[in-house]
T-cell receptor, first 113, second 114 residues
């Protein structure tokens, strides 16, 4: 069984630029999560999808972050414009349903200069 | 609101020695508890979880954890560590409900020394 795929693995951009991350969850997993992991901290949930609907985006900075999961499979997370404090690892995870074991991708390490 | 405190940010230990990584949580309701491991440049992998039943939970790679409701703790233990156990360990809590989201602690870096 293929795991959660994410791309790119690394990205360096200048502040005020835009960036997008892609996630392909495990086949059949209806629930998809995006987390932000700042160096030295645990992952923080940004947004949770159930199929193509948003379950919770209360911690997503909506003035600059957006996410979509149009067909209930792949998802993209976008930052526009980026700030220095957005430097972090962005993790995608999926589960068959809310509360089931979450499987994490390798993450995208974003550096904003 | 739930929160998780991992009391040690770094734990160095010699190979074949025992180790305990401490985790305390706060919540007003019954919770589910998890330990994840993160190896360098990789995503998180579930080590073990407590949902209900026996308070002693066994996980992968020889790790175990004990749920203590009165002390609101879920400490992770291994009787004899290996160099390959060097990684970051995260404790997480989830409250029952439709979303059942995870709240993570800040992590403990376990370094096993030869």
């Amino acid at each position: 069984e293929a795991g959660v795929a994410q791309s790119p693995r690394y990205k360096i951009i200048e502040k005020r630029q835009s960036v997008a991350f892609w996630c392909n969850p495990i086949s059949g997993h209806a629930t998809l999560y995006w987390y932000q992991q700042i160096l030295g901290q645990g992952p923080k949930l940004l947004i949770q999808f159930q199929n193509n609907g948003v379950v919770d985006d209360s911690q997503l900075p909506k003035d600059r972050f957006s996410a979509e999961r149009l067909k209930g499979v792949d998802s993209t997370l976008k930052i526009q414009p980026a700030k220095l404090e957005d430097s972090a690892v962005y993790l995608c995870a999926s589960s068959s349903s809310p509360g089931d074991e979450q499987y994490f991708g390798p993450g995208t390490r974003l550096t904003v200069t | 609101a739930q929160s998780v405190t991992q009391l040690d940010s770094q734990v160095p230990v010699f190979e074949e020695a025992p180790v305990e990584l401490r985790c305390n949580y706060s919540s007003s309701v019954s919770v589910y508890l998890f330990w994840y491991v993160q190896y360098p440049n990789q995503g998180l992998q579930l080590l073990l979880k407590y949902l209900s039943g026996s308070t002693l939970v066994k996980g992968i790679n020889g790790f175990e954890a004990e749920f203590n409701k009165s002390q609101t703790s879920f400490h992770l233990r291994k009787p004899s560590v290996h160099i390959s156990d060097t990684a970051e360990y995260f404790c997480a809590v989830s409250e029952p409900g439709s979303a059942r989201q995870l709240t993570f602690g800040s992590g403990t870096q376990l370094t096993v020394l030869p």
